[in-house]
């Protein structure tokens, strides 16, 4: 026996670090009076691992059967049979009769974290850092909501990326520290130690003890190593709670932490009474409770926007860069371009409202915001989604590469001085950025007090927008020269332009009708096409309206315009196609140009005199291009412009537009592009398995004896556009069936407001106004506002009042 090893042994040896001959000996004895001579003996007898008959040294705590073997220790026992269990028995949970399951489990600690549960990670937290985290409940709620499993953690741990999204920051930085400090040491506990932990009075003193001598060191209660570290710990968590209520962005930033902890170490009072004098004059920060992240699959929208980038980089990009294509139009693309979330840009004069109308469909306040009567925004803002609240300074913005705003660099200091991102936790901002853009003042004074050219900015901006809103306000409706310029550069993108009549509340039914007219004929001077474009009329902020004659009006338009805004993310992949197959005609007829231009030039001669003499005749050489090309006119840019821009550049040494780019280009533009064009998604709605299950023209919540509310007679809408859209945002998160949800979706968001069911079928009965057994999205705002209303003490009304009741229900209601 003592001269081969056998495999429990050199289990023993390599897993429970028993090197001694004669110990490894000792304990594989033990193992084989239990039963267990070979590994696989493990998963028979696991669960008699915790029962004294089998285990003798379970028996009367052990007493006698450590006495007889004193080479014995209690600690390996326990660590032997806590991994046999996690091993074997999937962390000492039984396998049913048979003794346990067949299917091997991970030996190794870190490899049981792998299986850990959401609950197992609960437990771990509770048992491990619940005197370092204050916010210990919100922690577990967010674990709960998030399905935080041991792989996440683990994936967490080997990426180095800190990707958790807690509500506290300070649990968010604890919980991100323990595993990093698991991951170094290579020490991470199972749930035996873990479980360990719980029941003993140690268990805030964390695990902290080797891997070795793991229960020893918890009935000890840690080390001076353990102490020091909680000291510094303590430290820490201080300086993340200051920095939470005075400076969030700073918690971002965890090699500053790091730094200046490093150079206060031991001076901590100064540090604090430094940080209280720095911060003396800065009020308190307002905390939002950031929506959960949920790590969605890729959806087939974004694979064809993926497939439209890799055709555009393999096609058409070294062409464009051949032939200085982005001189003469809009700077190359990278795949953050293609793959970017719709932008919505805005543009007006100042004090229209544009800062309050992101504000308004956002929620909430975004850093950096300034509203005021007087020219206030002076700058562009990007108003984008983040995990975090914060606000980045222009000439960062366009460093990182995962924002479609690289190209920006190009307008120079003067511009990134004026451009900020802000970043904010809104559930609309997932889906569309907002681009606020400064108030546009008269005359000559503003174009004198800038230092970027504006009307090219807007002209970027454009480009790259899927909807422009141009605002008025009803009191002002004079176009000012940079406006009018600003306008003039949107020409080619009229398709995405919408205008808003701003605060029409405040002006009476007879002036708002010479107002709207007045701006119509404005818009006709400016635009000079006989289309009318779409002018939504209302008061698009968060207050009440100032006169309510309009408010019917008002609120319909206002659901229109949302409704086009939120169509943007459905209809993104078909416009970026479509802007895909503009730009690359667009090349195409620039090759083309470049090529009949450079045929010209001879071996000898003059070249600068016979450029000079084919610019100075650029519509009748477009006329024999487009003639011999079989192309139309108006694909072919503006011939001043094109002379102004080809003149810095020798036509006789551009390259040749070799046939092998143009088969490229038609085979892109014929063959792929029509391929992806059936990829697109159906967004009519898809039949959901669980609804078609339910009843779909009944209340979820009725019972048979349930009788139906009724509706009576009482104008405006309870509902106010800000709660509306709240309402919108959770309704659109839903799968949709012809825009409506089912019973069964709704019921599941009813049910968490912990209502008792006799109230949510009451709520039901008078939300349900068509009783379909679906709601559309004023039914659902309404149910939620009645469920809001209850929440608040207000008891339900026995028949739904006119002021309740959704515009655009109304034509269904008797009044009594």
Known sequence: MASEKTDVMIWLENEIKIRDSEENQRYAQVLSDIGVDEMDDFKYIIDDLDDPNTCAWL???????????????????????????????????????????????????????????RIDVKKWINAVLNEQIGDLDGCLKYVDGDDLTGKKLLQMADSGKNSLGCSSKQGKYVIFGKLQEYQEEDDFPTRAQVAKLAASASASKGWEASQNDAADDFAKGGSEKYVKAKENSSVRQRLIKFYEVYNPAKLDDENAIDELLKRYQGKEQQLFSDLETKYILSGPKTNYVRKKMEVKPISKTNIILKTLSRLYHENIRTVEEAFSFPEFHTPLLDEVDFLAKPMVLLVGQYSVGKTSFIRYLVGRDFPGIRVGPEPTTDSFFAVMHGQEERLIPGHTVPMDRSKPFRTLQKFGAGFLNKFSCAEVPAPILESITFIDTPGILSGQKQRLGRNYDFAKVVEWMAYRSDRILLLFDAHKLDISDEFKSSIEMLKGHDDKIRCILNKADAVSNQQLLRVYGALMWSLGKVFKTPEVLRVYVGSFWDEDYQNDHNAELFDNEASDLIADLRGLPRHCATRKINEFVKRTRQMKVHALIIEHLRKQFGWFGNKDKKQNKLLNNLRAEFKDIAKAENLNLNDFPNPEKFKTLIQKHDISKFPKFKEKWRAQFDR???????????????????TNSDDQKSNAGANPFAQQSASNAKIAGGKKWAVTGVQKAKFDTKFYSLSLQAGKASGQQVMNIMLQSQLSKDVLRKIWDLSDIDQDGYMDNEEFALCMYLIDMTKDGVKLPPTLPIALVPPGKRHLVEVE
């Open 59 to 117: 028996k009367d705590d052990g007493k006698d059967f450590f006495d007889k073997n004193p080479g014995i220790k209690k600690g390996k026992l326990r660590k032997i049979t806590a991994i046999a269990k996690s091993k074997y028995g999937g962390g000492g949970s039984g396998g049913g009769d048979n003794g346990g399951s067949t299917k091997q489990q991970p030996a190794s600690a870190k490899d049981e974290w792998a299986t850990w549960t």
């Open 668 to 686: 892109v533009l014929t063959v792929e592009i029509p391929k992806l064009m059936k990829e697109l998604p159906n967004f009519s709605g898809t």
